[in-house]
């Protein structure tokens, strides 16, 4: 038990005795000095408890506290903050802080302004009107130790809360107590736990209130609980524009321009340009163009600022434009001349060149991506985005004058995009239910050796058609029941189920109690401990890949599938689970899609849709990814990926995939580099005869009718105009086996069988990880193949082919000689540690 501080029982009754003297209203906070020594007296004058005050006021420039008593402070700029001990916090109806009122030092005499205690005025004059909120956080730090005190300050109780706020650049939190804080820049989330979550009717989160370490003490520059201000004050929107000009007009174009709104409570993100009462055009700086008008017509244009909820200013001063008549002048402008390439990054292409001239003055001009405009810019420097990395775009420039008389194309420039590693990626994909039996957490995973993670796997409502984030682990352990995957997923293993110290990256443990938990919470701490690692959320797999025809089949079903994936990954609105999820809770722990349709226009796991309108439709799903994630990034300033699992086999190429086409959208081809053949857990594969599942190249041995081999398939996607610098190789970090294997002089290869072998796992016959493998099966001589680059082992009965140390070094180095982007496995578990050491020894 703890002992109570004897200050505490001195001051219990010291307050008991107090008898008020005055009949105050409310809450006063009156201030007296004596030359620099200063005092505030805290005075409770209502008919309540005060349970949690501060006192937030402003001194002269260049004053400063010191030496506080009975309190702590902190000032940024002009304004202080004082935060009560314990043990004067809570003030009885009638009482007062006396003899504990806190007490400071300032640097020079001065009487603080802007006086307010709990978001009132200190004088106490007259109770204010509750705060349009109805619910505050008063925030105070000390000793790089942050608190947010919560504060109900409505009649009903509260069910929930959330904290969003910002921090300036290089503040980073960690520790929360009493509240789970996530950082992702310079934004942090603070979500409660169970026990506080809930405030009563004039209530407040205190003594439990959520506090966190802070590694530098500063104010927050913006603060919002439950998307409204936390001092409880209503949304103040941005100023008006001012100043707005037109330095240039053309027949059918205005250029205007205007000074900078303020911000109100909340960041200005853009401005809208106003026709008269209709929206001409949207842009995020101090400038447009308000393209499509007619000819010697005059117009009225204002101007709006709008901040980052939508609430707009009132409209700028009104101005009028006449466009110009285009039969005054004819005569179009010079040629740009010099037209090159400046910089690049793997989203956009920088261009430059020299200016035009023209007798009336040229207006702009127009970028064109080939034969179509891409932008419009007034100046001699454009940056064009959008653009898929390692992709090459070819480029002219036309000049228009103020009379739209166009000059001739530009010499035309071709620059190709960045990749998006610096390096070679090393892409692992994270099986969700490796956590069960396998007993392989994201803690396993060596990420100093990665560049992304691709979590398997999100599925699809069957009825929604929207993404799904399930709660059950399947319908049934049938591996060819058709409706195996309906409704299933696995929210426990995602972002439910805690883990303990052992099991946690950070080597710190779950609560239980936290809204993020599981495989997810692990994932955002190995992203803090690899701020350049990215990871994705992989979409689909042999059993989750039913429903992609149908959310692909129309433009309305493709457009509510992404857009539903958007909210549930990218900004993390996870369902409700287990006391688990919520609103924002996933948000910035992934970095993109890895789309696993298997396969589009041909058979994949029993009872899945397909057809052959998939080949369009997968297509055009791709494509309303990439606009709809780019539109998504450009609201946050960051360029989400875009991959996908493709196939080796040429005929699932040929029925699902226009590689060229969709090239222009995706970031990685991870390049289906094994199962070329197996035997399959039901035997209902090849279970008769073996067979390499991941050859290097042809195997003249090879007697199935139909062949396959990594450089094959590789070369069709190069053929078919992908980018090399966008495909990654699969490899695999298992094997598959068959048993009743004859020897045959070949050491088992492509020999009669009786079936799959026993597995790792017993629904799981014919395929054990490496690690398991290597382990587990006694007796198996290693052989490899020299032609066609395979290994395998036989123990005289079983025969098994996977990848290792060896065809890892001969795949790497065959993958940069192509200049392949990198390498793809399947699946981490199954490697505990010697091949992912190969592939990074082969990467470098």
């Known amino acids: 038990m703890r002992r109570i501080p004897a200050l505490l029982v001195v001051l219990v009754a010291v307050l008991a005795l107090a008898v008020p003297a005055r009949a105050a209203t409310g809450i006063t906070a009156t201030f007296s000095r004596t030359g620099t020594s200063a005092k505030f007296v805290v005075a409770n004058a209502s008919t309540a408890a005060l349970n949690g005050w501060s006192i937030k006021f402003d001194l002269p420039a260049g004053v400063t506290v010191s030496n506080v008593q009975n309190a702590t402070t902190t000032q940024n700029g002009t304004r202080v903050t004082l935060t009560p001990a314990f043990y004067i916090n809570n003030i009885p109806a009638g009482r007062n802080t006396e003899p504990y009122s806190p007490t400071f ?8 302004t802007a006086c307010t205690i709990n978001n009132m005025a200190c004088d106490g004059s007259g109770d204010p009107a509750p705060p349009a909120s109805g619910v505050t956080a008063d925030y105070s730090v000390a000793g790089g130790t942050a608190k947010f005190i919560v504060r109900n300050n409505t009649t009903a109780a509260i069910s929930d809360w959330s904290i969003v706020f910002t921090l300036p650049a290089g503040v980073t939190v960690s520790n929360g107590q009493n509240g789970t804080v996530s950082q992702s820049g310079n934004t942090v989330t603070l979500t409660p736990v169970y026990y506080n979550k809930n405030v009563a009717a004039g209530g407040s989160t205190e003594p439990y209130s959520p506090t966190f370490s802070i590694s530098s003490n500063v104010e927050p520059a913006t603060c919002r609980i439950n998307n409204a201000n936390c001092s409880g004050a209503p949304d103040t929107p941005p100023s008006a524009p001012t100043g707005l000009t037109s330095p240039s007009k053309t027949t059918r174009t ?3 321009q205007w000074n900078a709104s303020t911000a109100g409570s909340l960041p200005i993100a853009g401005y809208d340009v106003y026709n ?13 163009i308000v393209t499509g008008l007619n000819p010697n017509t005059a117009y009225s244009f204002t101007v709006k600022a709008k901040d980052s909820k939508g609430t707009q200013s009132t409209p700028s001063p009104a101005l009028s434009v006449t466009t110009n008549n285009p039969a005054n002048d004819t005569t179009p402008p010079t040629t740009p001349g010099s037209l090159r390439s400046t910089a690049k990054d793997a989203g956009s292409i920088t261009l430059a060149w020299n200016a035009s001239t023209d007798t009336s003055g040229v207006a702009n001009y127009d970028v064109y991506q080939g034969s179509s405009v891409k932008m419009t810019v007034s100046g001699t420097t454009a940056t064009v985005s959008g653009l898929a990395p390692s992709t090459s775009y070819t480029f002219t420039v036309r000049a228009r004058d103020t009379y739209d008389n166009v000059s001739g194309a530009s010499n035309a420039v071709t620059a190709t995009t960045s990749d998006i590693v610096g390096g070679y990626a090393r892409v ?3 099986v969700q239910w490796g956590i069960y039996g396998r007993q392989y957490f994201v803690k396993d995973m060596d990420a100093a050796k990665l560049t992304h993670v691709n979590y398997a796997f999100g599925n699809i409502d069957p009825v929604n058609l929207t993404c799904l984030h399930g709660v059950t682990k399947g319908t049934t352990p049938n591996p060819q029941d058709p409706s195996q995957g309906d409704g299933a997923g696995d929210a426990e293993a995602d972002y439910s189920r805690p883990m303990s110290a052992a099991q946690s990256v950070d080597g710190v443990a779950d609560s239980g109690w936290e809204p993020l938990r599981g495989n997810y919470n692990q994932l955002r701490k190995l992203k803090v401990k690899y701020p350049n690692l990215k990871v994705l959320i992989s979409l689909g797999g042999w059993t989750y890949s039913k429903y992609f025809s149908d959310v692909a089949a129309t433009d309305a079903s493709r457009k509510k599938f992404v857009s539903s994936c958007i909210d549930v990954y990218l900004k993390g ?3 409700t689970y287990n006391g688990a999820g919520g609103p924002g ?6 970095d993109g899609f890895d789309l696993d349709w298997e396969w589009p226009g041909a058979e994949g796991h029993a009872g899945n849709h397909f057809g052959p309108q998939d080949k369009v ?5 791709i494509e309303e990814f990439r606009r709809q994630i780019d539109a998504y990034g450009a609201t946050t300033g960051k360029r989400y990926q875009l991959t996908a699992f493709t196939p080796a086999d040429p005929a699932k190429i040929a029925a699902g995939w226009e590689l060229g086409r969709v090239a222009q ?3 990685i081809f991870n390049v289906q580099g094994y199962d070329f053949h197996g035997s399959g857990s039901d035997n209902s594969w090849e279970p008769n005869r073996t067979g390499h599942q991941g050859n290097l190249y042809p195997d003249p041995d090879d007697p199935y009718p139909f062949h396959f081999d990594v450089a094959s398939t590789v070369q069709a996607y190069l053929d078919a105009g992908v980018p090399s610098r966008k495909i990654t190789l699969g490899l695999a970090f298992y094997g598959r086996g068959w048993q009743n294997v004859v020897d045959g002089g070949k050491k088992g290869e492509w020999q009669q069988a009786g079936g799959a072998a026993p597995g790792q796992f017993a629904e799981e016959a014919g395929t054990r990880g490496y690690a398991n493998l290597v382990a587990s099966v006694p007796n198996c001589t290693v052989h490899h193949d020299e032609v066609a680059v395979a290994t395998s082992c036989y123990t005289g009965n079983q025969w098994w082919t996977f990848d290792d140390a060896w065809s890892i070094q001969k795949k790497t180095a065959w993958l940069k000689s192509k200049n392949l982007l990198g390498a793809m496995f399947w699946e981490m578990s199954g490697d505990r540690g010697p091949l992912m050491a190969a592939v990074d020894a082969g990467l470098r």
């Open 105 to 112: 030092s300032l640097s020079s005499a001065a009487d603080p």
């Open 254 to 256: 205005v250029t205007l």
């Open 276 to 288: 008269g009462s209709t929206l001409a055009t949207s842009s995020s700086t101090t400038s447009a």
């Open 428 to 430: 692992g994909y994270f």
């Open 573 to 575: 609105n996870l369902p």
């Open 585 to 590: 809770t996933a948000a910035g722990i992934f």
């Open 617 to 621: 439709n997968n297509s055009l799903l």
């Open 665 to 667: 959208s995706m970031d």
